[in-house]
Structures are given as C-alpha cells and as structure tokens.
C-alpha cells in the first residue's frame, strides 16, 4: 500500500485523511501551512515499531529525513537531539535511553552497496530496528521495510509517501 502525507503545521486533530484516488488503497494526509513535520509523520510509529524492523527515510539534502529520526527516537523516549550519523554511519540507541534497541543508520557516504555488508545490519536486526537514511546507495537490500520518501514541493512543503508493506499495512492502519 501506498500512502502519500503532506505535512505542514497544524495541530493533529486538524489533519485530515482521504483517499487519493477512487482507483486506489492510498490516503492522503493533507496539512495545510509549513514547518517542523517529526511529530505528525511519527506519532504512531513508536508504538508499532519492532526489533526486526526497518524503516527507510529517502529524500533530498535537507528534505527532512534526519528530523523524522530525530521525532521517531524522541518518542521513543530519547532525551536531546540525537546526532546525525553522517560521519559515523551507523548511530545505536539502547534502553534505558530509549525503550527499544534502535540503529540510526545513514549511508549517504556509502559508496559501494557491497560495503553495507561490513556494517553487519542483518545480524543487528535480530533484536533492534533499523531507520536507515539514504538507503537507495545499497538497492534491494530491505523489500520489506516501511519506505518513507521525502520530496520537497516548490513552495517549500514536504510531502511524505509512505510505502507499506504487508507486515506494516496489518500493523499501522492509517
């Protein structure tokens, strides 16, 4: 399922969701105005989310991928800004900081999706879930994870698409 979010700046109890097509199973999340949009776009995935799980955040340069991990790990209990894992690839986040094992992961200065390899995020998976920005620099490698593309509109808007698949559709009904 295919789900595409527009985020802008009002309170949640604003938001309105609709279908975007007759022909489809896909909604809208219409928010009008513009500003910070972590907390519309995460505010239920704290809940939903599990050891084993992998979210992936695509975007432009600036388009809001690292603040929609920023809002994820806040939720989940992380006290601060986390940092971006731009230089340091991989960014974990353990309990008692947060209520579940996370990996920050950001691969933008991947240059070889054979590398992705080395970072052993199959093996972490096991008991931690996985938000991984830029993760079109290692194709294929995770068909079953809740995709969260990023665009930027020409008034300066985001909107958010949000590819669910059959794990995430049963679990996050929006």
């Known amino acids: 399922m295919r789900v595409d979010l527009f985020d802008f700046d009002l309170p949640p109890e604003n938001i309105a969701l609709r279908p975007a097509s007759p022909r489809d199973a896909a909604r809208l999340l219409l928010v009008p105005g513009a500003g910070d949009f972590a907390d519309l776009t995460v505010r239920d995935l704290p809940g939903l989310l599990r050891a084993g799980d992998v979210v992936t955040l695509r975007g432009d340069l600036g388009a809001g991928k690292t603040s929609i991990a920023r809002g994820l790990l806040a939720a989940l209990g992380l006290k601060g800004e986390a940092p971006s894992p731009s230089f340091a690839i991989v960014q974990p986040y353990e309990p008692p900081e947060v209520t579940l094992s996370v990996l920050h992961i950001d691969l933008y200065r991947i240059d070889d999706p054979a590398d992705v390899d080395e970072l052993g995020l199959e093996d972490a998976r096991h008991d931690s879930a996985l938000v991984i920005e830029w993760p079109e620099r290692a194709p ?11 665009a930027i509109d020409p008034d300066g808007a985001r909107r958010l698409t949000a590819t669910l698949p059959p794990a995430w559709e049963r679990r996050w009904q929006i």
């Open 140 to 150: 294929g490698r995770w068909p079953d994870a809740l995709a969260l593309a990023i």
